[in-house]
């Protein structure tokens, strides 16, 4: 199976170096100072258990010099998702699947609106890995899943397929790999988590632990978490009112095994790039307003964090 890898940052770095790693196939897109360091010095992955793992890689910036492959791990930023999904037309042919494991709970339908729906899978995936300079990710946490499904939900062939596939890449570097049947709730359930993880994280500059060290911030994770949970069920999402807490606690724990942890928002906020705010707590707030949900707490999220959206400063007065 050959593979393209859109977007060589944290996730899609991460990813694609542990197929290659495994001897897949791995063909890398990337652009600029990382595709120059791709090419020149191939990929170092910072693994916590393993040390520093350098691998030769193949990279190119033109979709077209590639042509058509088995399928594309399209991992750029949402708000790239558009015009990458254009540029990628060169990779797709009749049995191409595209898996987009981006934040949010949008890219699949922006990608199949450009690629065609048939070739889209859901996704709804945890990498945790920071691209730290170019040519060099480092991974966040060791607890890593990838979970994907049909858009529309059931079983099929082609996800067992392409799950067998990736375990056999993943399960060295740690990453649990799983066929979801109902993929949009697994999406949404992501959306609520990383609202804190993204959206308060870079709020408040403070580790996913530091959320849950005083009760009033505490509280404020549990509401901005509530009110994106409520979204989604008025949106037509299977997910019990008591899900929210659930993660709430699912998140604590996690938190706990990596008090260091920070969510990818966070490192481009401090390095001054763009922010995919508008695909996470304003995601909420704008379907919120839409479906006359109230969401409080992720509007101000949201407009807190907007003046650094385009990934300029805060302007000063």
């Known amino acids: 199976m050959r593979v393209v890898v859109v977007g060589a940052g944290g996730v899609g770095g991460m990813l694609g170096a542990l197929l290659a790693r495994a001897g897949k196939d791995v063909t890398f897109i990337a652009r600029r100072a990382n595709l120059r360091a791709l090419r020149a010095g191939g990929l170092t992955l910072k693994t916590l258990d393993e040390g520093d793992l350098r691998l030769e890689v193949r990279a190119a910036d033109d979709p077209s010099e590639v042509g058509p492959v088995d399928l594309v791990l399209f991992c750029v930023k949402t708000y790239d998702v558009e015009v990458a999904a254009r540029q990628a ?42 691209l730290v300079a170019p040519g060099v990710i480092a991974q966040k946490v060791r607890r890593m899943h990838v979970k994907f499904g049909e858009l529309t939900g059931g079983a099929s062939r082609r996800v067992e397929d392409l799950r067998d596939f990736l375990r056999d890449g993943f399960l060295r570097g740690g990453i649990e790999t799983e066929v979801i049947p109902d993929i949009q709730r697994e999406i949404w359930e992501k959306l609520v988590l990383t609202c804190v993880t993204l959206g308060l994280v870079s709020l408040t500059r403070l580790p996913v632990s530091g959320l849950y060290s005083r009760p009033r911030t505490a509280a404020l994770v549990r509401g901005v978490m509530e009110e994106a949970a409520a979204v989604a069920r008025v949106k037509g999402v299977a997910l019990p ?71 300029a400063s805060a302007p000063s007065g």
Request: net charge negative; charged share 20%; hydrophobic share 45%.
């Open 89 to 130: 037309s060169p990779l797709v042919g009749p049995r191409t699947l595209i898996l987009p494991p981006q934040n949010g709970v949008e890219a699949a339908d922006q990608i199949a609106a450009v690629l065609g729906k048939d070739h889209v899978l859901g996704c709804a995936a945890v990498a945790g890995g920071t």
């Open 241 to 311: 009112k008591t899900r929210a807490e659930e993660l709430f606690e699912w998140l604590r724990n996690l938190a706990e095994a990596n008090p260091a942890a920070r969510g990818s928002m966070y490192f481009d906020l401090v390095e001054g790039r763009r922010l995919e705010l508008d695909a996470i707590n304003g995601a909420v707030s704008r379907m919120g307003r839409e479906f006359g949900v109230p969401t409080p707490l992720n509007d101000m999220v949201y407009a807190a964090l907007e003046p650094y959206v385009d990934g």
